[in-house]
DNA sequence: TTAAGTGCAAAATCTTTGCAAATGT
DNA sequence: ACATTTGCAAAGATTTTGCACTTAA
């Protein structure tokens, strides 16, 4: 997935600091969804916990990042697929949490529409598979 | 669900003290799966709050319990189906996560098959609705 | 220039650990 | 009587808040 920090905080009215780009790269950089703590190791005093909590925050609530919860509550994060707004995520396909190497990945498929029981509105559906990853499996 | 607190914990070889009865009646009690935050505010000072968190611990390792994060990551717990053992969790099906009262129900639809890519093995999915629950929408 | 973003310190939570006292078998 | 479980205190971790300093537009 190609990205361009620089683009992303324009068409989002953010300013484009060194911090934001930075963890833009980072996010966009992997395939499989980083986890926050793994993004704190990576930019240890690059930069601060507090900014990266809020950063991470304004990307999610602009729409830009997806936010992915693994097993333990862990914040996962990886970018949005271009059609993503602040007020809708289109983040509809299935996740893949393994459970050696704890990465999440993205995987192309569409979730599964489920018939709702009368008179409960959905209006998205998180599904996430847990197992063994195709690195972890040989 | 009608279930024995007292049963339920002879069957796991667990002692039965006052304070793991009341969690299991408690958590019976719900149709939702409840959250350990309302637990806590449930039991004010009856249980402390240590207890509670190794209560839980126990009683999902066990397979007594089962667990959900909701979109925070706050932890839910619901009885397990009896089929549920320490090795397996039968948990399979699909949950609804209110957005207005944050209620999770366990809905009685079974998740829906994903064919896996290569490599890729899954032993379980998760699949969790959000929107509005019944008692909300209206 | 000035509104927004960052870093640091510190508060507020949440979760885990250690140990003495209480409890169930 | 003995092994487990509980409650309290305290350590550790995570997340939030306030505010002075810095930076992008």
Redesign the pocket.
Known sequence: MKINPVNI?KEHD???????VRVLEEIAMDDTAIS??ELEKKFG???????L???L??YEEKGILHRVLDRN???NYAICSPSCTAEVHHDEHVHFNCTICQKIYCLNIVVPSVKMPEGYLANSINSTAYGICKSCNK
Request: hydrophobic share 30%.
């Open positions: 905080l953010l300013k484009h600091t060194k911090q934001r926050q703590p005093n690059e930069i601060d916990r507090v900014t909590y809020r950063i925050n304004v509550g862990t914040a």
